[in-house]
């Protein structure tokens, strides 16, 4: 089955820095690859995806990369703020299940 | 709409206690799935549906049962409580076109 690893487990920026989470997957039928945004005690709201076909989204200050020849994909967030501090997860696809293998996660920490 | 919604927030039990979890969903989809969450470990698929009328294990399906009830709910039935299974639980909803997940405000349940 997939598996997906997430780096690094934290991660800590100053206000106004960049910051980049990377994940690597296995399974190269994988084709969907969300990115999810967890606050303290919610749960886990999707904040981005990409399917295989495209290489970049952007959303404002949000963006998702994917290379499909290395099996990785990366979240890029510009201008951080201190509301950007939480839990950040990516997931894969299972390639065919209905189903999704996620990372273990990044907590982001923005000081001001 | 109220997307998805898990009763109830908390719950404590003790060793060798039922319960059920409840999930219900207003966005018509056909997808559902419980998770359980664990310091460190990511959000693990306990048991998902993927349409009204079928379930299937996930990757740590042991000690829990499901039903789905109709398209809108899908319960999470835990037979005789044991510490391992404190955690906190999510469920998700979505279509298999997409692969796409949205996901409940969690239920955390703690086991004596």
């Known amino acids: 089955g997939e598996n997906v690893e997430q780096h690094p487990s934290t991660l800590s920026v100053q206000e106004g820095d960049s910051a980049v989470i990377k994940c690597t997957y296995s399974?190269?039928?994988?084709?969907?690859f969300p990115w999810y945004k967890q606050e303290l005690g919610k749960g886990p709201q999707l904040i981005i995806d990409?399917?295989?076909?495209?290489g970049e989204k952007k959303d404002q200050r949000i963006a998702v990369t994917l290379n499909k020849t290395a099996k990785h994909f990366s979240l890029h967030i510009t201008e951080t703020q201190p509301e950007d501090s939480a839990v950040y997860f990516c997931a894969a696809n299972d390639s065919g299940y209905s189903t999704l293998t996620f990372g273990k996660g990044t907590m982001l920490l923005v000081s001001p | 709409n109220a997307g998805v919604t898990q009763t109830p927030k908390f719950q404590v039990l003790k060793t060798g206690q039922s319960m059920t979890l409840q999930c219900a969903q207003d966005?018509?989809?056909?997808?559902m799935y419980w998770y359980r969450q664990d310091p460190g470990m990511g959000l693990r698929l306990i048991y998902y549906s993927a349409s009204e009328g079928t379930t299937d294990k996930g990757e740590v399906p042991n000690g829990y049962n499901v039903s789905r009830l109709n398209k809108r709910e899908f319960s999470l039935r835990l037979e005789s409580a044991a510490p391992s299974q404190t955690s906190v639980y999510f469920c998700a909803s979505g279509e298999l076109s997409t692969d796409t997940q949205y996901f409940g405000p969690g239920t955390r349940l703690t086991v004596l």
């Open positions: 399974d190269s039928a994988s084709n969907y």
């Open positions: 966005m018509n989809h056909n997808s």
């Open positions: 990409i399917r295989s076909n495209v």
